[in-house]
């Protein structure tokens, strides 16, 4: 089981806009530790898609933007395009684990 | 261009150590940390530690009693050590670079090796 919660898929049509929550607790978001963001296509490695709450790495489109409030955080995707189908994972840190990098569950995005 | 890639063994009996390495290629292996993680076949991501360049280590706390983590910069390679293996610590391992930009670093990872699928079975 995950620390970090997420919804098991989500879905949307071409151009329309999807959102990816992420819930934590005290001891990791709401600790004010920074949220990231993977995308996972098919049989490849993680690739950073947001970095300390809502930063795009280089390279990286803005139809990718994240936000972060309280325990919880939020990854959305505008403009949805067939290549964005993949699994999308956001990932903390945890002070109660003796400081531990902890992922959420991960989410599968199906573009319609 | 700086790459990571992960070698070792591809299947591992039950009880005994599994042991991978990561090589650094393309750049240096100091001032970041490096990360282990796995993900089972067909499940999500599992941090399984870090280590520093200096040495200095983080396990999870669910598998600090199994894990060993160490590195050898004059070669650009750490390695990972998990005892006693089981079916459930099948999976693809991944090793990473801890993310800094800027003269900033997060808890986050941007350079990753492709995997490596270690099969627990006899």
């Known amino acids: 089981q995950s620390v970090l919660t997420q919804p098991p898929s989500v879905s949307g049509a071409p151009g329309q806009r999807v959102t990816i929550s992420c819930t934590g607790s005290?001891?990791?978001?709401?600790?004010?530790?920074?949220v990231h963001w993977y995308q996972q296509l098919p049989g490849t490695a993680p690739k950073l898609l947001i970095y300390?709450?809502?930063n795009r790495p280089s390279g990286v489109p803005d139809r990718f933007s994240g936000s972060k409030s309280g325990t919880s955080a939020s990854l959305a995707i505008t403009g949805l395009q067939a290549e964005d189908e993949a699994d999308y994972y956001c990932?903390?840190?945890?002070?109660?684990?003796?400081?531990?990098?902890?992922f959420g569950g991960g989410t599968k995005l199906t573009v319609l | 261009q700086v790459q990571l890639q992960e070698s070792g063994p591809g299947l591992v009996k039950p009880s005994e150590t599994l042991s991978l390495t990561c090589t650094v290629s393309?750049?240096?292996?100091?001032?970041?940390?490096w990360s282990w993680i796995r993900q089972p076949p067909g499940k999500g991501l599992e941090w399984i530690a870090y280590?520093?360049?200096?040495?200095?280590?983080n396990y999870n706390p669910s598998l600090t009693s199994r894990v060993t983590l160490s590195v050898d910069t004059s070669k650009s390679q750490f390695s990972l050590r998990l005892r006693s293996v089981t079916a459930a610590d099948t999976a693809v391992y991944y090793c990473?670079?801890?993310?800094?930009?800027?003269?900033?670093?997060?808890?986050?990872?941007?350079?990753w090796g492709r995997g490596t699928l270690v099969t627990v079975s006899s």
């Open positions: 990473a670079r801890q993310h800094c930009i800027g003269g900033s670093c997060y808890w986050s990872f941007d350079l």
């Open positions: 393309g750049g240096s292996i100091s001032s970041y940390y």
């Open positions: 280590i520093h360049y200096s040495g200095s280590t």
């Open positions: 005290s001891s990791d978001i709401g600790a004010g530790y920074d």
């Open positions: 300390g709450n809502g």
């Open positions: 990932q903390s840190y945890d002070s109660s684990l003796s400081g531990s990098v902890v």
